[in-house]
């Protein structure tokens, strides 16, 4: 988190230093700078490039018609003492606007156009990097290479070199000239901040787990759970069989090893060669299976208090899921399940 405050800092120290160095290159050119005047038409979106000097920006703006003259802009920047305030980002700025009003704009938090990207909980991280792709640009290739190098990441030690689980669901906001890993790295941050609010290294041990071991068990309750006041109900399932050395049968589990998400697991589907079948391997498979909220981490680390073995949604469409200790009440709920399926 703090090379990446350090860089963004960095940038903006660039950019300050930058409109110095424009200033001084485009002051003195001539003594009348070409100047509109009023507050322009229309709307224009134009793009400041970290690093960009004074002089660029203004022939940014003078190409894209928003000012008369790079020159004009400048003096702005001088003669209000603005050298530092200009940042780089994308801006809505309007067509043959006077050089002040322009800045005007460049200085409105307003005027920035924010480009995001949400990346919901759970996702498995071979999702999340489909949707970082379709909806910033960069291409797919890049995320997946930026993930095949992981220490790029600035991954947390106890990750053991694995994204899936760190990858942290939120919004984030596309800088201009991000790269994949740029963002990727943002994400690990944000988990980073996550983990640290939940105290993850410090309530492991209370469960008896690794903090790698506790994101598994949050991404299972992340892919289980219907609602999250469900979460904490689930995570005590998890640890009620794992306290029994009990195979932990996660349909999530089966559908991760087949890379696919459905409702409908099969036995077939539960004999698939695979070290996150959790049904046919005791324990937590070998890492997590997707990408869990803060919520999950939560739950993970605070169970609720029940002797629940199982559970079952079951109705899937207003995510009503029932808790059992009793295995004859357990199969009386799939079958409520399979009859909404329609399997029965």
């Known amino acids: 988190m703090k090379r990446t405050v350090a860089a963004v800092a960095g940038g903006l120290a660039l950019v300050a230093a930058a409109v110095t160095y424009g200033v001084h290159q485009v002051v003195g050119q001539s003594d009348e700078a070409p100047d509109f ?38 003096e702005q920047v001088v003669m209000r003492s603005k050298e530092t305030g200009l940042h780089p980002g994308r801006y809505t700025m309007r067509r043959r606007m006077a050089a002040a009003s322009a800045l005007d704009l460049l200085l409105a938090p307003a005027s920035r156009v924010v480009r995001t990207v949400t990346v919901p909980e759970g996702l498995r991280t071979s999702e999340v990097l489909r949707i970082l792709a379709e909806r910033t640009g960069i291409p797919l290739k890049d995320f997946t290479a930026a993930v095949a190098e992981p220490r790029s990441l600035r991954l947390p030690a106890y990750a053991e070199g694995e994204a899936e689980g760190f990858l942290f669901p939120a919004t984030y906001e596309i800088e201009p ?125 605070h169970p609720a208090e029940g002797a629940w073995y199982w559970f079952v949604t079951t ?25 909404y399926l329609g399997t029965n």
């Not at 970290?50 to 020159?71: D, H, M």
């Not at 060669?273 to 391997?281: G, H, I, L, Q």
């Not at 899937?316 to 004859?328: G, L, S, V």
């Open 177 to 301: 000239d991000m790269t994949a890993a740029d963002l990727l790295r943002k994400m690990v941050a944000r988990f980073r901040v996550a983990a640290e609010k939940v105290r993850l290294k410090e309530l492991a041990p209370r469960v008896k787990l690794r903090p790698r071991q506790v994101v598994t068990v949050a991404s299972i309750v992340q892919a289980e759970g219907g609602v999250p006041a469900d979460y904490p109900k689930i995570a005590r399932v998890v640890y009620n069989r794992l306290a029994r050395g009990a195979k932990l049968e996660m349909d999530s589990t089966i559908n991760y090893a087949l890379d696919r998400h459905t409702l409908k697991v099969s036995i077939e589907d539960t004999r698939v060669d695979s070290p996150y079948n959790t049904y046919a391997r005791p324990g937590l498979p070998p890492g997590p299976i997707g990408n869990p909220g803060e919520s999950a981490l939560t739950a993970a680390l």
């Open 315 to 339: 109705d899937p469409r207003h995510k009503i899921t029932k808790f059992t200790d009793k295995e004859a009440e357990f199969r009386k709920y799939r079958e409520e399940l399979n009859r």
């Open 37 to 74: 005047s009023g507050e322009g038409t229309g709307t224009v979106t134009i793009e400041i490039r970290p690093g960009a000097s004074a002089a660029e920006i203004g022939r940014t703006l003078e190409r894209a018609g928003v000012v008369a003259s790079a020159q004009s802009f400048v």
